[in-house]
């Protein structure tokens, strides 16, 4: 398994300011991916972020709201742009297994946009 | 596009009892279908995996089966605990990249 750290853990920020979250794994690792999760809603990818490539965006997420970082196989950052109450949100990001398909997660951040 | 279906209303259950959860999905059946957990404040965790060819597969207490004709999944623990509380979510591959798209999840409430 992997072991996932993220930070920060939880924010409130400003609307209209922009929030880069950070995501660690203690393995290198080829895809990792970050997901939206609303109170009491289900896990939404919002992309796929390869090292060496440009993120893959799911349908209704955009590079210049949502832009990914990939700078190595241990490390990536999810930046929320020009934020709006509606992005109150948690940001989780995750790591495939080296063998299989299941995905391991990291703690969550939780933002909260006033 | 495919859609998941998990029982949004808690179950409540007493200590020792087999708790039941429900996974359906709407279109193409996947290659395997997984099963996690999610405690409060925490990322999921995952607990199994079955694969399309597989009818049922265990772990300890949990049992998952995997039934391609009726487009569903169920999850169950036996013997369960207070510690089993928590929301499971079941999630499916969608997509290139072994993406997976989840559930909305139910949670267990395991009463002493």
């Known amino acids: 398994s992997a072991v996932i750290s993220q930070k920060p853990s939880r924010d409130i920020c400003q609307r209209g300011t922009s929030l880069t979250i950070q995501c660690q794994v203690d393995s290198q690792v080829t895809m990792m991916f970050w997901y939206r999760q609303q109170p009491g809603q289900s896990l939404t990818l919002i992309a796929t972020a390869n090292q060496g490539s440009e993120a893959t965006y799911e349908s209704g997420f955009v590079i210049d709201k949502f832009p990914i970082s990939r700078p190595n196989l241990t490390f990536s950052t999810l930046t929320v742009s020009n934020m709006s109450p509606e992005d109150s949100s948690i940001y989780l990001c995750?790591?495939?297994?080296?063998?299989?398909?299941?995905?391991?997660f990291g703690p969550g951040t939780r933002l909260t946009v006033t | 596009s495919q859609k998941i279906e998990q029982n949004s209303e808690a179950l409540n259950i007493q200590e020792g009892k087999t708790a039941t959860l429900t996974c359906n999905y709407t279109n193409y059946s996947p290659a395997y279908l997984q099963w996690y957990r999610q405690d409060p404040g925490r990322g999921p965790v995952f607990l199994l995996l079955i694969r399309e060819n597989e009818k049922e597969k265990r772990k300890e207490r949990l049992k998952v089966t995997f039934d391609t004709t009726l487009k569903q999944s169920l999850f169950h623990i036996t013997a369960s605990q207070p510690a089993d509380s928590a929301t499971y979510l079941c999630?499916?591959?969608?997509?290139?990249?072994?993406?997976?798209?989840f559930g909305a999840g139910t949670r267990l409430a395991v009463h002493p």
């Open positions: 999630a499916l591959p969608s997509g290139g990249y072994n993406k997976l798209i």
């Open positions: 995750s790591v495939e297994a080296a063998r299989g398909y299941e995905q391991y």
